[in-house]
């Protein structure tokens, strides 16, 4: 008696895995893993949408997992209310759980919600201190979501002796960087790097207008 229950407690979670796992292979459906790590995320309750469907409620800096999602691509909505704050493009594999962060979002630009508001001046010389490299992202076990292949970007400890506050240090003890806020910044280095063309293109025109005025001159 005593082997024969012992026995069926062994048997019994194997079957139950086998049927969970052909379950899902039938219903070809996976699972997302979202986590709000809050690094540009309006304060507050994010709610995630696959297409009008509304996945889940989620809290700055949690996880939720959502199961059943039928396999392919799809697009995920952020919202706050009815602001959509984050649009991306989702793969579901079969069985698979998809680890999605919301890293970035929408942010407000409205001239209406804004004060303080001053011109940005003289960012070359910062921009000229900034070092950019390409690299792959070392996928731990803790970090296992990270995108695959190679990427171009800053490293975070460097970037925040420049611009601190496009730096953030997350609760995990990782630095992330708000790329949107830096596009501003390097649209006026570009800006002021034009100026630095058309001077330098109108003291040329200069400099030729005097030289063909005294090349008669010199060959009297």
Do not use: W
Request: hydrophobic content about 35%.
């Amino acid at each position: 008696m005593r082997k024969i229950t012992y026995l069926s407690l062994i048997i019994l979670p194997a079957l139950l895995l086998s049927c969970s796992k052909k379950s899902c292979e039938s219903n070809n459906t996976g699972s997302i893993m979202i986590h709000n790590d809050g690094t540009n995320m309006p304060d507050g309750v994010a709610d995630f949408y696959k297409g009008p469907t509304k996945l889940a409620s989620v809290n700055k800096g949690e996880t939720a997992t959502v199961e059943g999602i039928f396999a392919g691509e799809f697009t995920l909505t952020v919202k706050q209310g009815a602001d959509t704050i984050y649009q991306d493009v989702d793969t579901i594999i079969q069985c698979e759980v998809t680890h999605h962060t919301t890293s970035v979002y929408f942010p407000f630009s409205d001239k209406r919600l804004k004060k303080n508001i001053q011109p940005l001046t003289n960012v070359m010389e910062k921009i000229s201190r900034l070092d950019l490299y390409s690299f792959e992202y070392n996928k731990s076990a803790s970090k296992s979501f990270l995108p695959s292949g190679m990427h171009y970007g800053f490293m975070a400890q460097e970037l925040k002796e420049v611009y601190p506050t496009f730096v953030q240090l997350n609760s995990d003890g990782y630095y992330s960087v708000n790329y949107q806020e830096m596009i501003p910044v390097l649209t006026k280095g570009l800006q002021e790097q034009q100026q630095q063309i058309e001077a330098l293109k109108k003291e040329m025109a200069e400099l030729k207008s005097i030289l063909k005025q005294q090349q008669p001159v010199a060959m009297k």
